[in-house]
C-alpha cells in the first residue's frame, strides 16, 4: 500500500487513526499499541501477505536477542553479551543478503564460469529498513544505551507503519519511550492538525513535483538503455530531471512518514535537510538521508577504524563506507559506482581540505550539485551500458542539438547547437519541449534550491503552502492514470 494511492488516504489511514484513538479510549495505551502493530503488519501485508511472517518472526527473534544481551550485561556476563550481539547482527545480516545479495553474487560467479544452480529469489519489501532498525537495537542493548522494553513497544518501534517501508532509520531511544508514554493514545489537536499539514505537503511534492519531472527522466534513461546516442541537451536534461525527481520524491516521502507519525503522536527526527544547497560533499551527507548517514558512520565508518588510524585509512574507511552505502541500496554494479563516484568525491574533499583549499560559498555549492547530478546517472540507468551512454550525451561527445525552430528564432545558436526537427529524447519530442522542459526545470531548481524545506516554514508558511499546492494535489491523486511508488520503496 503506497502513502500516495486513494486507498491509504482515504482508507487505510481514516480507519488506523480512528481505530487507534478510539481503542486507546476504551483499552488505554496497551491495546491501542496492539491496534497499531495489526494495522501495520495488514499495511505491510498488503503488497504481499507471506512475507509478513518474515517480518514478525524478525521482529520476535530480534526482540529475544536483545532482552538477552541486556540479561547478560546486568548479569555482568560482558563477553557473552558480545558474543550474541555478533550471533544476532550476523543473522540479520545473513537474511538481508540471501535475500537482496545472493542472485547477485550467484550472477558474479557464473560469468566466472562456474556452473550454480539458477536462484529465483523475491525481494520483501523493506528489508533493508527493518533490518537496519533492529540491528540498532542490538547495538543499543549491548552498548546498554537501551532498556528493557515490553514486546508491545519493540514491534511498534520496528512495524510501524510511517517509517516501516522506506525509514527514517530511528533509534530506540528516539521512538521507544514514545511508545511508552501514558498519553500517546489520546488525541492531540496541534499534533493531528501539524502531522496531516506535514503529510499532504509532502504529498504534493511526490504528485505534483517529483512525478511530473519523471516524466521527463524517464524518456532519457530508456532511450540511453535503449543504445541510443542522445546529443548534449537530451541527456544533460533527463539527468536534472531525474536529481529533481529523487529530490522531491524522497523529500516528500519522509514529510509525509514525519507527518503520519506526528498524527500517532509519534516524533520523528529530521530526515532531509534541503541537501542541494551543500556547499561540500560531506555536508551533503549530513543532508541527505540522515538517518542512513548517520547509521553508516556509527556502524560502518567507526568501527572500520573512522580517523583514528591515519590519513591513508581514514580515505579507505570513507571509500570502503560509501561503497557499502552504494551496494545497500541494490545489488547491482551501477549502485557500487554510485557509491564509489560519493567515496571518492569524499576523499578527494578530504585532500582539498587537508591542504588548506576554499572555495567561494557559490563555486563551492555549484561544484557539489554537479558532482551529485552526475553520479545519480547510475543510480538511475539500466546499468552500465546505460549509464556510459547517458555520460557520453552530457559529454557533448554524441554532439549537440536544438529544434530547427528553436535556431531559427534564436540564430545565435547556429555556431554552437545543429538544428534538428525535433529532440526525439527530450519531453514528447515537439518543438516546444525544449522551452517547456526548461521552464519546468528551472521551477524545480528554484524551489529546491532558493526556497526552506518544509520543516522550516512557519505554521503560517506551511498553510500558504498547502492552499497553493491543494487543488493539484487532488487532481493527481483522483486522475493521475496510475500509482508511482517512492523511489525509495525498492531498497
Known amino acids: 500500500m503506497l502513502f500516495n494511492s486513494l486507498g491509504f488516504v482515504l482508507g487505510f489511514l481514516p480507519i488506523a487513526l480512528a481505530g487507534f484513538f478510539g481503542i486507546g479510549r476504551i483499552g488505554g495505551r496497551v491495546w491501542a499499541l496492539r491496534w497499531l502493530v495489526a494495522a501495520s503488519l495488514f499495511f505491510y501485508g498488503w503488497w504481499a501477505p507471506r512475507f509478513t511472517l518474515l ?20 548479569a555482568g556476563a560482558e563477553r557473552a553479551a558480545g558474543i550474541w550481539l555478533v550471533l544476532g547482527v550476523t543473522a540479520n545480516v545473513a537474511l538481508l543478503g540471501w535475500f537482496k545479495y545472493a542472485m547477485f553474487v550467484r550472477h558474479i560467479l557464473a560469468s566466472a564460469g562456474l556452473d550454480l544452480p539458477t536462484l529465483e529469489i523475491f525481494l520483501p519489501l523493506a528489508i533493508s529498513f527493518f533490518t537496519f532498525q533492529q540491528i540498532l537495537f542490538l ?51 496541534e499534533n493531528l492538525s501539524a502531522g496531516l ?8 511534492k511526490k504528485l505534483v513535483l517529483a512525478d511530473s519531472f519523471a516524466r521527463f527522466a524517464d ?17 544533460w536534461f533527463a539527468a536534472a530531471a531525474y536529481s529533481l525527481q529523487i529530490y522531491f520524491d524522497f523529500s516528500g516521502y519522509s514529510d509525509m512518514a514525519i507527518g503520519l507519525a506526528r498524527m500517532f503522536n509519534v516524533r520523528f527526527p529530521l530526515n532531509f535537510d534541503s541537501p542541494y544547497k551543500s556547499r561540500d560533499i560531506g555536508e551533503f551527507w549530513r543532508r541527505w538521508h540522515i538517518s542512513l548517514s548517520r547509521f553508516l558512520r556509527d556502524h560502518v565508518y567507526i568501527p572500520l577504524g573512522g580517523n583514528r588510524q591515519g590519513m591513508a585509512r581514514l580515505r579507505v574507511n570513507l571509500m570502503a563506507t560509501m561503497l557499502l552505502g552504494g551496494l545497500w541500496h541494490g545489488a547491482a554494479w551501477n549502485f557500487i559506482l554510485w557509491g564509489g563516484l560519493h567515496g571518492f568525491y569524499l576523499v578527494v574533499h578530504h585532500i582539498f581540505r ?21 553520479a545519480w546517472v547510475p543510480f538511475r540507468a539500466d546499468g552500465l551500458q ?106
Open 354 to 374: 587537508q591542504v588548506g583549499g576554499r572555495l567561494p560559498s557559490v563555486p563551492a555549492q555549484a561544484l557539489t550539485l554537479l558532482a551529485v547530478i552526475v
Open 219 to 235: 524518456v532519457g534513461f530508456a532511450a540511453a538503455g535503449g543504445g541510443e546516442r542522445l546529443s548534449f541537451f537530451e541527456a
Open 139 to 189: 547495538t543499543d542493548c549491548r552498548r546498554g544505551d537501551a532498556v528493557p522494553v515490553p514486546a508491545l513497544p519493540y514491534a511498534c518501534f520496528v512495524a510501524f507503519f510511517p517509517h516501516l517501508i522506506a525509514g527514517p532509520i530511528v533509534r530506540p531511544s528516539e521512538i521507544l519511550p514514545q511508545f511508552a508514554a501514558g498519553d500517546v493514545a489520546v488525541p492531540s489537536e
Open 197 to 204: 499539514t506535514l503529510f499532504l505537503l509532502g504529498l504534493a
Open 386 to 491: 546505460a549509464t556510459l551512454a547517458m555520460l557520453r550525451g552530457m559529454a557533448g561527445l554524441n554532439g549537440v542539438a536544438l529544434p530547427a525552430k528553436i535556431v531559427a528564432a534564436a540564430p545565435a545558436w547556429l555556431g554552437f547547437a545543429d538544428p534538428v526537427p525535433v529532440l526525439r529524447f527530450l519531453g514528447d519530442a515537439r518543438n516546444l519541449s525544449f522551452p517547456e522542459v526548461t521552464l519546468c526545470l528551472g521551477l524545480g531548481w528554484a524551489i529546491a534550491l532558493g526556497l526552506p524545506h518544509v520543516q522550516e516554514l512557519s505554521a503560517r508558511a506551511r498553510s500558504w503552502a498547502l492552499t497553493a499546492s491543494f487543488a493539484l494535489t487532488v487532481q493527481a491523486l483522483f486522475f493521475a492514470p496510475d500509482v508511482s511508488p517512492f523511489l525509495y520503496f525498492q531498497f
Open 55 to 74: 517480518l514478525v518472526a524478525s521482529i520476535g527473534a530480534n526482540f529475544m536477542i536483545g532482552r538477552h544481551i541486556l540479561q547478560l550485561r546486568v
